[in-house]
């Protein structure tokens, strides 16, 4: 079983940014997809990101311009950068990973983290 670990979440300001990360405890997702989901209070669990081993990435409309996924296959890690951070970004964010990228984004991955809650005041 592959562990996800996240970090990086906490409380920031409207407008504001974080960079959530999340290191998998092995390479067995090197050749496929890492991304973000999010859950607010009260909601389903949302798709944010996802980023597939060639370096393609997907997003969601409401984050496309302000959230950046990238990774480090050396590191086995993958970042989220989040930047203009509003109110609606508040949740407790996922990370996953999957060898299909579309597993990944239909929340329905072989892997999840523990969450991480990320929290943004107006």
């Known amino acids: 079983q592959v562990q996800l670990v996240e970090s990086g979440g906490g409380l920031v300001q409207a407008g504001g940014s974080l960079r959530l990360s999340c290191s998998a405890s092995?390479?067995?997702?090197?050749?496929?997809?890492m991304g973000w989901l999010r859950q607010a209070p009260g909601k389903e669990r949302e798709f944010v990101a996802c980023i597939i081993w060639s370096g393609s990435t997907y997003y969601a409309d409401s984050v496309k311009g302000r959230f950046t996924i990238s990774r480090d296959n050396a590191k086995n890690t993958v970042y989220l950068q989040m930047n203009n951070l509003k109110s609606e970004d508040t949740a407790v964010y996922y990370c996953?990973?999957?060898?299909?990228?579309?597993?990944?984004?239909?929340?329905?991955?072989?892997?999840w983290g523990q969450g991480t809650q990320v929290t943004v005041s107006s």
């Open positions: 092995s390479r067995m997702f090197s050749n496929g997809a």
């Open positions: 996953a990973a999957d060898l299909l990228w579309t597993k990944v984004r239909a929340g329905t991955p072989r892997s």
